[in-house]
């Protein structure tokens, strides 16, 4: 029973769980457009909540872009929730500005929304990041058509005193096909933030790595990102390896990622994979319906079961059953 809108494209997504309840905050734009491509400067917020992962009752929309001017003036794009310890529900989240209408080129930063209830929410002021020159790529100084800097993950520092912001973003150096790291940032008080060098090296084989998650399961620290075939690079390419969700096994969640070890988990007909515990304590994956026989879908998948498998060290995913083949 996917999460499904009828007049809705929904993909990007994220969760939170307030031990009661299941949130699904997700992005959505209306079918109406025709031409799906043009969701991204249409996104707005939806919010969904489930006590299974499974059956959702949707909640519509929670908020819009800004006004002229503000950093997330064209669309709201994806994030991530968490409670600090001032039990405040923080969501972080990407603001993209398209500078030109009739051109793709855009300009990313995160920002931030409060809540004392994951229904209700405030926007602060921002941006709190953005991509910093001095390690990270800028509008206009590559042929990237964007200055990338979104889908903030934000966890406890493993150390245990802060708080650790993962952004997809790219280098300011390496060929310009080849420039995806995972950006960084952090924060001793989720107010303020201080923008750090990356932590992955570019000309890994992708040219971005959106929707970064850090997880450990079975005491195996996991890296998780997407990238579709369109968007792979350099020898990935020349080994005709397709895209989809990946996997990364990082012993060190705050240290540097080998992003060129990283397997697929699932091809891109699956995308933007989120990893959460059921109420079983089981490690589940959601993610979007991204393509089907040359169309896209658009919905939000039933929870998989994810295993730490052994013999090959690295993450499996449950097999497809009937009712998700019928999808795919």
């Given at each position: 029973m ?26 959505h734009?209306?079918?109406?457009l ?21 059956h ?17 003036e ?6 991530s929730v ?8 923080r ?7 398209f ?12 920002g ?7 229904f209700?929410?405030t ?10 020159p ?38 300011n150096h ?11 940032a ?9 923008v750090?060098?990356?932590?992955s090296?570019p000309g ?11 997880v450990?399961?079975d005491g195996?620290g996991?890296?998780?990102f997407?990238?579709?075939?369109a968007?792979?690079?350099?020898w990935?390419?020349?080994?005709g ?6 996997v ?12 060129a ?15 959460i515990?059921?109420?079983d304590?089981r490690w589940?994956m ?10 896209f ?11 730490w498998?052994a013999?090959i ?6 097999p ?9």
């Amino acid at each position: 029973m996917a999460f499904t809108l009828p007049d809705h494209w929904v993909w990007d997504f994220w969760l939170a769980d307030d031990g009661d309840q299941f949130h699904l905050f997700y992005l959505h734009a209306p079918k109406s457009l025709v031409d799906p491509d043009l969701r991204h400067r249409n996104a707005r917020f939806g919010h969904a909540t489930s006590e299974d992962l499974t059956h959702w009752e949707d909640h519509g929309t929670i908020f819009a872009p800004g006004g002229a001017g503000a950093f997330d003036e064209t669309a709201t794009w994806t994030g991530s929730v968490l409670r600090g310890a001032d039990g405040v529900w923080r969501m972080f989240y990407t603001g993209a500005v398209f500078p030109d209408p009739d051109a793709g080129t855009n300009v990313e930063t995160i920002g931030v929304a409060t809540s004392h209830d994951l229904f209700a929410w405030t926007k602060q002021p921002g941006p709190i990041t953005v991509a910093d020159p001095r390690w990270y790529e800028s509008l206009g100084t590559s042929t990237w058509p964007e200055e990338a800097w979104r889908d903030p993950w934000v966890y406890p520092d493993p150390s245990g005193t802060g708080w650790r912001m993962l952004v997809t973003a790219r280098s300011n150096h390496g060929d310009d096909d080849d420039r995806g790291v995972v950006g960084h940032a952090y924060s001793a008080d989720l107010e303020q933030w201080e923008v750090l060098p990356p932590l992955s090296r570019p000309g890994a084989g992708f040219a971005h790595l959106e929707v970064p998650q850090t997880v450990e399961i079975d005491g195996h620290g996991l890296l998780l990102f997407s990238c579709d075939t369109a968007k792979l690079a350099g020898w990935r390419i020349s080994d005709g390896q397709r895209g989809g969700i990946w996997v990364v096994n990082a012993p060190e969640t705050a240290g540097q990622y080998d992003i060129a070890t990283a397997t697929l988990l699932a091809d891109e007909r699956l995308y933007s994979g989120r990893l959460i515990r059921d109420r079983d304590g089981r490690w589940v994956m959601l993610a979007f319906y991204n393509d089907a026989d040359g169309e896209f879908v658009g919905s939000v998948s039933d929870p998989r079961e994810l295993r730490w498998d052994a013999e090959i060290a690295t993450l499996r995913l449950q097999p497809v059953d009937e009712n998700e083949r019928a999808v795919l």
